[in-house]
């Protein structure tokens, strides 16, 4: 499993070349003077590409699908299945054999301006995401790219639904119009930009499409099936290679960068990651209502803040007091990693996660938690992007070398200060942001493992 994975990871200062040059050295950490940080490791950066010349010809006639060099690391057959779930439902309800000239048989008497600037807008992207597929059709890394236009098209759509507020008389004419009058290849492309808005905007898309008079009555249930479940190539990967747990067995107490709501819905990514970590241990997701944080109430951001501490060292305590026996980690999110070192100096716990580390606080001032670092006591794994806008990496990696303590960091190139790596990155190397999530996880296991053995 690992040895597919590990071709997105590279040692930021190569330290495989060394040992493999001089097979006499000892580890970096053998050195009496050595600090106690381990070298970083960075994600998605290649090591070893290719680079022409000035006068080296470029073929522009014909595609060379031979020279990527993607790691697969999901089924393809079941990927190739999963990206023609649509299509296929499509062809099946959608019987019309219309040509290019489709939309000039629309009869469009009586429509108002808003309704022929919605249609035309939308209509140009679908198009405009069908030309996008055939540059890929045929590649390796097809389910891949056809991943990443259709998120991309999704938010070019959900842009123009925007701009006019979502106005509900129009969207529901809009589905109506378009499920009765496109062809089966634009509704397969309509069908998967619904999918990705579902998974984004589920309330929206809903109102959308549950009054629409279309084509599709007899199959609505069918089609709302369909939409509830947005597909991945790395799917595959994620439910089939499941991890075995940490010794111990540890409880991995899940920290959020703000206070949570029952009345918001966790989103997609949040609710596979809670999975990926159970497979690892018990997951204990910290709650801490946001009903008073309002705007209004007189609740400053330093009160809730303390709160979440409290809220954190309650749960802590109460695991410690029914499983004396059993390690606590705590695993924060933004700035939900400071409140994990927070509480880290005042409860016993066994390692830090830090999911992006804000560096700056609400001043711009980050001498504070600076020296909340240099008191910490308990190992800590950091994983950041290079993107990020709260985190200086370089003064990150450079104040490492000064804890008391164990300290390992992973820096995401292309990613934000909450992980997502940018489209033109995910592009670029082949992946998704499932993939980049299961990497971490992986490596964070990995890394944990080195650290309590």
């Given at each position: 499993?690992?040895?597919?994975?590990?071709?997105?990871f590279?040692?930021?200062?190569?330290?495989?070349?060394?040992?493999?040059?001089?097979?006499?050295?000892?580890?970096?950490?053998?050195?009496?003077?050595a600090?106690?940080?381990?070298?970083?490791?960075?994600?998605?950066?290649?090591?070893?590409?290719?680079?022409?010349?000035?006068?080296?010809?470029?073929?522009?006639?014909?595609?060379d699908?031979?020279?990527?060099?993607?790691?697969?690391?999901?089924?393809?057959t079941?990927?190739?299945?999963?990206?023609?779930?649509?299509?296929?439902y499509?062809?099946?309800?959608?019987?019309?054999?219309?040509?290019?000239?489709?939309?000039?048989?629309?009869?469009?008497?009586?429509?108002?301006?808003?309704?022929?600037?919605?249609?035309?807008?939308?209509?140009?992207?679908?198009?405009?995401?069908v030309?996008a597929?055939?540059?890929?059709?045929?590649?390796?890394?097809?389910?891949?790219?056809?991943?990443?236009?259709?998120d991309?098209t999704?938010?070019?759509?959900?842009?123009?639904?925007?701009?006019?507020?979502?106005?509900e008389?129009?969207?529901?004419?809009?589905?109506?119009?378009?499920?009765?009058?496109?062809?089966?290849?634009l509704?397969?492309?309509?069908?998967?930009i619904?999918?990705?808005?579902?998974?984004?905007?589920?309330?929206?898309?809903?109102?959308?499409?549950?009054?629409?008079a279309?084509?599709?009555?007899?199959?609505?249930?069918?089609?709302?099936?369909?939409?509830?479940?947005?597909?991945?190539?790395?799917?595959?990967?994620?439910?089939?290679?499941?991890?075995?747990?940490?010794?111990?067995?540890?409880?991995?107490?899940?920290?959020?960068?703000?206070?949570?709501?029952?009345a918001?819905?966790?989103?997609?990514?949040?609710?596979?990651?809670?999975?990926?970590?159970?497979?690892?241990?018990r997951v204990?997701?910290?709650?801490?209502?946001?009903?008073?944080?309002?705007?209004?109430?007189?609740?400053?951001?330093?009160?809730?803040a303390?709160?979440?501490?409290y809220?954190?060292?309650?749960?802590?305590?109460?695991?410690?007091?029914?499983?004396?026996?059993?390690p606590?980690?705590?695993?924060?999110?933004?700035?939900?990693?400071?409140?994990?070192?927070k509480?880290?100096?005042?409860?016993?716990?066994?390692?830090?996660?830090?999911?992006?580390f804000?560096?700056?606080?609400?001043?711009?001032?980050?001498?504070?938690i600076?020296?909340?670092?240099?008191?910490?006591?308990?190992?800590?794994?950091?994983?950041?992007?290079?993107?990020?806008?709260?985190c200086n990496?370089?003064?990150?990696?450079?104040?490492?070398?000064?804890?008391?303590?164990?300290?390992?960091?992973?820096?995401?190139?292309?990613?934000?200060?909450?992980?997502?790596?940018?489209?033109?990155?995910?592009?670029?190397?082949?992946?998704?942001?499932?993939?980049?999530?299961?990497?971490?996880?992986?490596?964070?296991?990995r890394?944990?493992?080195?650290?309590?053995?």
């Amino acid at each position: 499993m690992f040895s597919h994975l590990s071709a997105y990871f590279s040692r930021g200062r190569e330290s495989d070349i060394v040992r493999s040059d001089h097979s006499y050295c000892k580890p970096w950490s053998t050195h009496p003077d050595a600090s106690r940080s381990r070298p970083i490791r960075t994600l998605l950066v290649r090591m070893n590409g290719k680079r022409g010349t000035d006068d080296e010809e470029v073929d522009v006639e014909h595609a060379d699908y031979g020279d990527r060099t993607f790691p697969t690391i999901y089924d393809l057959t079941k990927a190739r299945s999963l990206m023609d779930e649509c299509e296929t439902y499509s062809d099946l309800v959608n019987r019309k054999k219309l040509g290019d000239n489709w939309h000039e048989l629309i009869v469009k008497d009586g429509w108002s301006h808003a309704q022929h600037t919605l249609f035309d807008k939308v209509v140009s992207i679908l198009e405009g995401d069908v030309l996008a597929r055939l540059a890929y059709a045929r590649d390796v890394s097809e389910p891949v790219m056809r991943r990443l236009h259709n998120d991309k098209t999704a938010k070019k759509v959900r842009r123009v639904f925007g701009d006019i507020a979502w106005d509900e008389t129009l969207c529901q004419w809009l589905h109506a119009t378009l499920s009765d009058n496109l062809s089966s290849q634009l509704l397969g492309v309509y069908l998967d930009i619904l999918q990705v808005l579902r998974s984004k905007v589920p309330s929206l898309v809903d109102m959308m499409t549950s009054a629409s008079a279309s084509v599709l009555p007899a199959t609505s249930e069918a089609l709302a099936l369909l939409l509830k479940r947005p597909w991945d190539p790395a799917i595959a990967l994620t439910v089939q290679s499941k991890q075995r747990k940490l010794t111990g067995s540890p409880f991995l107490v899940l920290i959020p960068s703000t206070p949570t709501s029952p009345a918001v819905p966790s989103t997609r990514r949040s609710r596979a990651w809670h999975n990926q970590l159970s497979t690892l241990g018990r997951v204990v997701p910290v709650t801490a209502s946001s009903s008073v944080y309002h705007e209004g109430s007189g609740v400053s951001p330093d009160d809730c803040a303390e709160k979440m501490v409290y809220v954190t060292r309650c749960k802590v305590q109460e695991l410690q007091g029914h499983f004396n026996t059993r390690p606590v980690v705590l695993i924060g999110w933004g700035a939900g990693a400071l409140v994990a070192c927070k509480v880290s100096q005042m409860e016993d716990v066994t390692a830090i996660v830090c999911l992006g580390f804000p560096m700056k606080g609400l001043g711009g001032a980050k001498d504070i938690i600076d020296e909340m670092l240099m008191e910490l006591t308990t190992p800590i794994f950091f994983v950041v992007g290079s993107d990020a806008s709260n985190c200086n990496v370089k003064h990150l990696d450079n104040l490492r070398d000064k804890l008391k303590v164990e300290s390992s960091m992973t820096v995401v190139t292309g990613a934000d200060d909450q992980l997502r790596v940018n489209w033109e990155k995910k592009k670029l190397e082949g992946v998704t942001q499932t993939t980049v999530d299961r990497c971490l996880q992986v490596l964070w296991r990995r890394c944990f493992c080195v650290e309590s053995g």
